[in-house]
T-cell receptor, first 114, second 115 residues
Framework: AQSVTQLGSHVSVSEGALVLLRCNYSSSVPPYLFWYVQYPNQGLQLLLKYTTGATLVKGINGFEAEFKKSETSFHLTKPSAHMSDAAEYFCAVSDQTGRRALTFGSGTRLQVQP | DSGVTQTPKHLITATGQRVTLRCSPRSGDLSVYWYQQSLDQGLQFLIQYYNGEERAKGNILERFSAQQFPDLHSELNLSSLELGDSALYFC??????????????FGAGSRLTVL
């Protein structure tokens, strides 16, 4: 079985501050990990993904995430928040077998204060 | 525009009714996934089709059914609707079937309200 847990359903930061959204995964086989973002009234779109290789993954809009196997984590960060980053962020896990569909976390809503 | 088209965007209906949600995948994509997003359940995987055949099943109720047609569009049928079926229903597509590294391309969703 595979699952992800996102700590904090709401995160609020000031514009220019560090963004840190937490994700921990559980998987019986080596995982593939994803972060998706959902803007209001839109579908989800991919921010970044980790499959194999380099554990620090860079995505769009200045976001990056680091795969830490020892901590079973895949936290999402951005050095400086922008107002346009306000959205809901979903961590998701699949595995190399491809037998299971992508499993999403419960989401974290990011608010950016001016 | 992601290339995945979902219709209708909004739908309001009554309990006990039946509705059909439609999805056209991105051009060239063979695999279609259906997800339900609700406040209490989050994003739940319902079902996946690949090139017309059912590939995987998630938390899909027996009152719900889906199919993928030869032109690769998919329909999700929801019957005997209950208040709790009110949710956003997303369709997503990928080029391949199995393959955990596949990136899902999502449509904008169909918002169903059951009164």
């Amino acid at each position: 079985a595979q699952s992800v847990t996102q700590l904090g359903s709401h995160v609020s930061v000031s514009e220019g501050a560090l963004v840190l959204l937490r994700c921990n995964y559980s998987s019986s086989v080596p995982p593939y990990l994803f972060w998706y973002v959902q803007y209001p009234n839109q579908g989800l779109q991919l921010l970044l993904k980790y499959t194999t290789g380099a554990t620090l993954v860079k995505g769009i809009n200045g976001f990056e995430a680091e795969f830490k196997k020892s901590e079973t984590s895949f936290h999402l960060t951005k050095p400086s928040a922008h107002m346009s980053d306000a959205a809901e962020y979903f961590c998701a896990v699949s595995d190399q077998t491809g037998r299971r569909a992508l499993t999403f976390g419960s989401g974290t809503r990011l608010q950016v204060q001016p | 525009d992601s290339g995945v088209t979902q219709t209708p965007k909004h739908l309001i209906t009554a309990t006990g009714q039946r509705v059909t949600l439609r999805c056209s995948p991105r051009s060239g994509d063979l695999s279609v996934y259906w997800y339900q997003q609700s406040l209490d359940q989050g994003l739940q995987f319902l079902i996946q089709y690949y090139n017309g055949e059912e590939r995987a099943k998630g938390n899909i109720l027996e009152r719900f059914s889906a199919q993928q047609f030869p032109d690769l569009h998919s329909e999700l049928n929801l019957s005997s609707l209950e208040l709790g079926d009110s949710a956003l229903y997303f369709c997503a597509s990928t080029p391949q079937g199995a393959g955990g590294a596949n990136v899902l391309t999502f449509g904008a969703g169909s918002r169903l309200t059951v009164l």
